[in-house]
């Protein structure tokens, strides 16, 4: 699904709400509050048939004039708006997001939500009630146009809940458990991987120093014990140190995970030492 497609599913959930008129005249007074005002009256511009007819049916149920001035608009006379009465909930700020928002898609790596308005005045008093309930609007100008903007996750998400658009925000928080889970499952791959490269690295390393203190008569720098220890690492590459520690108990060689991890390194100094003079 594309962010066109999620945004228009939102609004189809706003616009199947059964209204009554005090619900009609908030969703309304969204609508009209993202319009350009001029002459008393609001020039909403509609791109979409669907909620082109629905603001139609709304305006004649609450017998309110407009005119279709162009084939994609209506100006509705603000006048007849009982104003006096507006809510600024639920359905005032679902208004506003039928005419002039837009969401990214809920499965996008992307998060962005949008509302745009003509009236800078109306942008700025829109975003600070939406910032005392604790979100992270911003507002910039582009094309004589007033955005106002959100790109945190969890913002989005309780944005949709305030206008009760539950469904999508289900979708959404749904997108959310789904990306973290496999952003989680993709750091856990890439640490694995990380873990296979270091002990392979580890390996070689470990081999070409036994390879070297054999070669230059050194084992006498080593105990018995260190020097057993040794071939059963040697034949056990895999192994992890606590693993090694069991296999050696089983031979008598007893000695800590930590006292083998030192019996490593003493075989790595020895070689990088003697490896050094050589050179």
Do not use: W
């Amino acid at each position: 699904m594309d962010s066109g497609s999620f945004t228009l599913n939102i609004k189809k959930e706003i616009m199947a709400r059964q209204l009554n008129k005090s619900q009609k005249l908030n969703l309304l007074n969204g609508i009209v509050t993202s319009a350009k005002i001029k002459n008393n009256q609001a020039h909403v511009i509609l791109n979409n048939l669907e909620i082109y007819e629905f603001l139609k049916k709304i305006l004649l149920s609450l017998k309110i004039n407009f005119e279709v001035s162009q084939k994609n608009s209506i100006d509705i006379d603000i006048n007849l708006i009982e104003s006096t009465q507006i809510k600024k909930e639920r359905d005032f700020f679902a208004g506003i997001f039928l005419v002039s928002g837009s969401i990214s898609d809920s499965k996008s790596v992307y998060n962005h939500l949008e509302l745009n308005f003509f009236e800078e005045e109306n942008a700025k008093a829109i975003v600070k009630i939406l910032n005392d309930h604790n979100l992270n609007f911003k507002i910039i100008e582009r094309r004589s146009k007033y955005i106002a903007y959100v790109k945190k996750l969890e913002d989005i998400c309780d944005f949709l809940k305030a206008i009760e658009a539950i469904d999508s925000y289900y979708e959404f928080e749904v997108s959310k458990i789904e990306r973290d889970y496999l952003n989680n499952i993709n750091r856990i791959t890439n640490f694995d991987i990380y873990n296979q490269e270091r002990i392979a690295q580890a390996n070689v390393l470990f081999l070409h120093n036994l390879k070297f203190i054999k070669e230059n008569n050194l084992e006498e720098k080593f105990s018995p014990e260190e020097l057993r220890f040794f071939k059963i690492k040697k034949e056990n590459l895999d192994s992890s140190l606590s693993e090694l520690t069991q296999l050696a108990i089983k031979q008598k060689i007893y000695k800590s995970r930590s006292g083998f991890n030192h019996t490593l390194m003493k075989l790595k100094k020895i070689a990088e030492k003697f490896d050094t003079k050589n050179k």
